[in-house]
């Protein structure tokens, strides 16, 4: 009689309650009280079928006990123990996606000096300051990069602006918006635009043209004046809390069409998720707040060191559960990261790589190169091609057959792999030196915060499901640049 | 399934994927007692599950005698096809000429019959 264990999945409680997510099919499915028992004992040890069945048939009977191995096998929550572990399979699409984002990098410079920065800071790839690329993207730079985006994208496409800080070269970003409008009304398309700034800028003419182009805002914020002055200072040290806030509420009291969000860096000095989400809802009035920890190699004074993450685990799953108690009454909440981790494990999305660099989505640096992201802007060996001569198909297909995950054999066996596919290739770069590599410093951190998503939604499918359908189809919200 | 409840978007179509729809007639079933299969051409005399078909109306690659105007020159699979499908998926033997032997050269012409099949010519046996 064959043994059977443990399959791809994780198993998870939530509310009192057991549930699956498998891998790779990135399914989350509630079990019952006899698919709980029988996952219990083969959590134990591999087990026969038989012998699952009289040791459960006394309490549910052999019937449903039978019936139920059945089904968790079919299911490949449960497998035989002789079965070849399944290889992840790898297929690197033969014809080019679509394009749907590009970021562009209107400028290299910045007013702000904040010191963990990964364009200025100790860990940048480029020589930003007299480097080859040049300071300010040119208008035609600009154009032929819509038209590129334009040629390669599908019927909608999504243009970010970025910089150093995007305000600076305002010129250039409202050239292309009204040469990529009108564009795209010639071809049929649609476009849309989001920018990501310091908020050192935002005059009220630049706020008029924001909300009148229906732009998605994305201000880099750390926090209350003591946090935001402790790392994103101008050159001369001066903190820039003051200069910001009133034009960030001017920005908020005057675009309301689009949710405009708060993105914070985590720094082991700044650590304070709760105090920090507080103020920029509460005093600030953002809608949304997203947190990152800062992306630097070790050792670097505001990096996390091992127990770091755990410190950002246990405060982001102490805002979480603001989130959770808020969704369960059908109430929404401005924690972002949880709120874009549910939307992917309600779709189901199980990832070939991490993200969307180098596929759908490109950073075209001030040069006008074409490259994986606007992390990599600029960056002569992670550039896909260039503006004006397209892009490298070879050069493109090589990078995601060498970045697919079946490549990352440390996430072969993780459950976490739908959804993390390994994680940033910009952090991967920076920590361990290689693109290609696997974030194996975050895995715990990553697997703990998929968890805690997990456990939300398992919680909220069961008490609130209409909560969930805000999710529902496939929802192709351009993502931010961050 | 009855006893996992799926929840979210990929488990549904996961159970669709498991369990479909039992009132919906399986493809190619001739009545309802046929078991559903994916090719039926001679499931009646075939038994239940995995096994080896015999006979060239199980085995599927359409295009290589004739192409859709019944010529030859738009042929959907290569030539060299027509040297190995009879043999390889059925039983036909008459057009392996590395068997049958009505090419002498073929050892010498056509070592990796893939890469070298053009070198066969034509043969008078």
């Not at chain 1, 099919?25 to 019952?32: N, Q």
């Not at chain 1, 040290?237 to 034009?247: D, T, V």
């Not at chain 2, 009879?86 to 893939?114: I, R, S, Y």
Request: charged share 25%; glycine share 8%.
């Amino acid at each position: 009689m064959m043994h059977l264990n443990p399959g791809d999945c994780h198993v998870f409680e939530a509310g009192g309650r057991r549930f699956l997510y498998l891998a790779p099919s990135a399914a989350v499915m509630a079990a019952d009280e006899v698919s709980g028992a029988v996952l219990d004992l083969l959590r134990e040890q591999p087990r026969a079928a038989d012998d699952i069945v009289s040791l459960l048939g006394p309490r549910f009977g052999p019937a449903d006990v039978a019936e139920t191995v059945d089904e968790l096998v079919r299911a490949r929550a449960v497998t035989r123990v002789d079965e070849p572990a399944r290889r992840v399979p790898k297929i690197v699409p033969l014809t080019p996606m679509p394009l749907s984002t590009m970021v562009m990098n209107v400028t290299n410079q910045c007013n702000l000096s904040c010191s963990y920065c990964y364009e200025y800071g100790e860990d940048k790839i480029v020589q930003t300051e007299n480097g080859r690329q040049p300071k300010w993207m040119s208008e035609e730079t600009a154009r032929a990069s819509v038209d590129l985006l334009l040629r390669e994208s599908g019927t909608s496409a999504h243009i970010t602006f970025f910089g150093g800080e995007t305000l600076l070269n305002f010129k250039v970003l409202q050239t292309a918006v009204a040469y990529a409008k009108t564009r795209a009304a010639e071809l049929g398309k649609t476009v849309d635009f989001s920018l990501t700034t310091n908020a050192t800028l935002l005059k009220p003419e630049v706020i008029e043209f924001l909300a009148g182009h229906d732009f998605g805002v994305t201000i880099s914020i750390d926090g209350p004046a003591d946090v935001q002055n402790r790392f994103r200072v101008f050159h001369n040290g001066a903190g820039s809390y003051a200069l910001i806030e009133p034009k960030i509420k001017a920005l908020l009291a005057r675009h309301r069409s689009r949710p405009i969000g708060a993105r914070v860096t985590l720094t082991r000095e700044t650590l304070q998720v709760r105090r920090i989400y507080d103020h920029l809802t509460h005093e600030m009035g953002f809608c949304e707040v997203g947190f990152a920890p800062v992306t630097s190699a070790p050792g670097r004074p505001h990096a996390f060191g091992e127990d770091g993450f755990d410190e950002v685990l246990a405060q982001f799953r102490d805002l979480a559960r603001d989130y959770r108690d808020a969704a369960l009454e059908g109430r929404q909440h401005g924690f972002s990261n949880v709120r874009e981790t549910l939307g992917e494990i309600h779709r189901g999305a199980s990832k070939a790589w991490p993200c969307g660099a180098g596929f759908g989505l490109l950073g075209v640096s001030t040069a006008g190169d074409v490259n994986l992201c606007h992390r990599f802007a600029g960056s002569d060996d992670h550039r896909l091609g260039t503006v004006r001569d397209g892009i490298d198909r070879e050069r493109q297909r090589a990078f995601l057959d060498a970045h697919h995950v079946a490549n990352k054999t440390d996430c072969a066996t993780c459950w976490a792999r739908p959804l993390c596919a390994g994680g940033c290739y910009h952090e991967a770069h920076t920590r361990h030196g290689s693109t290609t590599r696997p974030n194996l410093h975050y895995c715990d951190w990553i697997r703990g915060w998929t968890e805690t998503c997990l456990q939300i939604y398992g919680e909220i499918s069961e008490v609130n499901p209409a909560f969930l359908r805000q999710f529902d189809g496939a929802s192709h919200e351009a993502p931010q640049a961050t | 399934m009855k006893h996992l409840k799926p929840l979210n978007e990929k488990a549904h179509r996961l159970e669709r994927a498991l369990e479909p729809d039992p009132g919906a007639q399986p493809p190619g079933a001739a009545s309802p007692d046929v078991p559903e299969r994916d090719v039926v051409g001679l499931a009646l005399q075939q038994p239940q599950g995995p096994h080896i078909p015999l006979g060239c109306s199980t085995i599927f690659s359409p295009g290589w005698e004739v192409d859709r105007t019944g010529g030859t020159a738009g042929l959907c699979q290569p030539v060299e096809r027509d040297l190995f499908d009879c043999h390889l998926g059925c039983f036909w033997p008459a057009q392996v000429p590395d068997q049958l032997n009505h090419a002498p050269d073929w050892v010498k012409k056509c070592a990796a019959a893939q890469k070298d099949w053009r070198n066969i010519d034509v043969i008078f046996p």
